[in-house]
């Protein structure tokens, strides 16, 4: 490949945004709305889009051909069309992709987007859970191809009723509040003070569904509208999942944006790079994320620069423990003077399914026009799971977009998994836990990861009768026994 060739220089060219905060919507249409905001961007490239690909749709109920749908809303034919597997760091691969796939080639012009409706859900079933958005049409021989990274079964975690975000990362933020001699109070005291920095970016973002500047205080004092959630978190630290939001981007050539007049439109994907984490129970420091920071390192060294150099980022922000981890493997202060987000971050700017990335590109791309240093954002999907990671400026690399080969990190990361035993039982030590409390403040639960003499980690719930004992506990370093068919734990 010829690096100076304007045909095989990817360029993010149109952005669009769309938000919903009245009228019932469909994740499709959020999606079409986004899009057709993205073609006002940058006109005249409607017509010549090759590829459609769709962030999964995980809150809202979908058909198996979400993508096509799209297409047929913007009137799109002769339009290849995909959707993603789950994972919120989809749209940051899906651009690596694109890139990589315009620079060898294989690629002209592709439209991704990403779309939500779960206020709309909300609003006609307040009852309906989210967490199982139906799928219609699975057999349908006409559903999207699907493109993405598959992870492996949390086999013990499923087995062990460990399936929403909203219990596991807080699991995996204790392990940090832990190494940090932090009790509960503390450690909600300490993040407080880095969302309250974000609230201060959504309330100027006018696609942000809670646009409000808060006080470090009011994030991290249990009141009724602001209630524990899980040790550490409250309410606000949470990602919220009950939005109407769509993101578009248009990925062409330098020299199809030239063509149409879009020069000083264009972004310049530099780099990427995708990495992703064993189970939460087999994870070595759970609170860790080695993949984060290998994905980070590969991306930066592709470009020939460190994180000094990057002057705008944009972290996954779905739980604290996703920015405290990411942030920890790059290198920046969670006070860093450049933020930590452009959006206002998942609590705050919202939460829509595997989506949140989508804008985060956009309000990348929106800031690096008006800007000459180039920006990252760091993508996670699942339990810290998987991480996607790109660098964009607002000039062609100069030896070409690179989608880095991270293979040998990936193998050392997966070399250092601790085994995990379902069935464990006997004495062992918490290496992460939570404890969880209903809307009436009570403790329902206690999950916790521990390791067994033997190395091997188990994952066990509290006994009932030990639960209102444990409100307010960080169990991390404590001493149990696990036993019992139910794989419960005393202290």
């Not at 993010?12 to 006002?40: K, L, N, S, T």
């Not at 807080?170 to 974000?198: D, I």
């Not at 409250?234 to 007049?261: H, I, Q, Y």
């Amino acid at each position: 490949m010829n690096s100076n060739d304007p045909s095989r220089i990817p360029v993010v060219v149109g952005i669009g945004q769309a938000i919903e905060r009245d009228a019932p919507m469909a994740a499709v249409d959020m999606a079409a709305r986004a899009a057709r905001a993205a073609f006002e961007d940058a006109p005249g490239l409607e017509d010549r889009i090759d590829r459609l690909s769709m962030v999964a749709v995980s809150f809202s109920p979908s058909s198996a051909s979400p993508a096509r749908e799209v297409a047929e809303q913007l009137g799109l034919s002769g339009v290849r069309t995909e959707v993603t597997t789950p994972g919120g760091n989809a749209p940051q691969w899906l651009v690596t992709r694109a890139a990589e796939d315009i620079s060898a080639g294989r690629l002209e012009t592709t439209l991704i987007v990403g779309g939500e409706a779960t206020r709309s859900v909300r609003a006609a079933d307040p009852t309906a859970g989210h967490l199982a958005a139906p799928v219609e049409g699975l057999d349908d021989s006409s559903a999207d191809p699907v493109v993405g990274l598959h992870l492996s079964p949390a086999l013990a975690e499923q087995a062990a009723g460990l399936r929403e975000p909203s219990v596991v990362y807080p699991m995996l933020e204790s392990a940090r509040g832990h190494e940090a001699g932090r009790s509960p109070a503390e450690q909600r005291a300490f993040l407080a003070e880095m969302l309250a920095s974000f609230t201060e970016v959504a309330a100027k973002n006018p696609f942000a569904w809670f646009p409000h500047a808060r006080s470090a205080g009011e994030i991290a004092q249990p009141t009724p509208a602001n209630r524990l959630t899980a040790e550490p978190y409250t309410k606000r630290m949470n990602s919220f999942p009950f939005v109407d939001l769509g993101s578009a981007l248009l990925v062409t050539t330098l020299e199809r944006a030239r063509a149409a007049g879009l020069t000083d439109h264009c972004v310049f994907p530099w780099s990427g790079a995708t990495n992703s984490e064993p189970a939460p129970s087999a994870r070595p420091r759970p609170g860790d994320s080695p993949a984060a920071r290998a994905a980070a390192e590969a991306t930066l060294a592709a470009a020939g620069l460190d994180i000094d150099d990057v002057g705008h980022v944009d972290i996954y922000s779905c739980f604290p423990v996703a920015v405290e981890a990411a942030a920890e493997g790059m290198g920046i202060a969670l006070d860093d003077p450049r933020g930590l987000t452009l959006t206002g971050g998942l609590p705050f700017f919202g939460g829509p399914g595997n989506n949140y990335s989508g804008h985060a590109i956009v309000s990348m791309v929106d800031c690096l026009r008006g800007s000459d240093v180039p920006g990252l954002v760091s993508a996670n999907g699942g339990y810290l799971s998987k991480h996607s990671v790109g660098l964009y400026g607002t000039r062609p690399p100069i030896a070409g977009f690179r989608a880095m080969a991270t293979d040998e990190e990936q193998s050392r990361i997966e070399a250092a998994a601790r085994p995990v035993d379902i069935d464990g039982r006997g004495k062992a030590q918490v290496v992460a836990g939570t404890v969880v409390y209903g809307r009436d403040g009570g403790v329902t639960r206690a999950p916790i990861i521990a390791e067994l003499a033997s190395g091997a980690r188990v994952i066990a719930d509290a006994e009932p009768s030990l639960l209102a004992g444990l409100a307010g506990q960080n169990l991390v370093g404590r001493k149990v026994s696990i036993g019992g068919a139910d794989r419960r734990y005393g202290l």
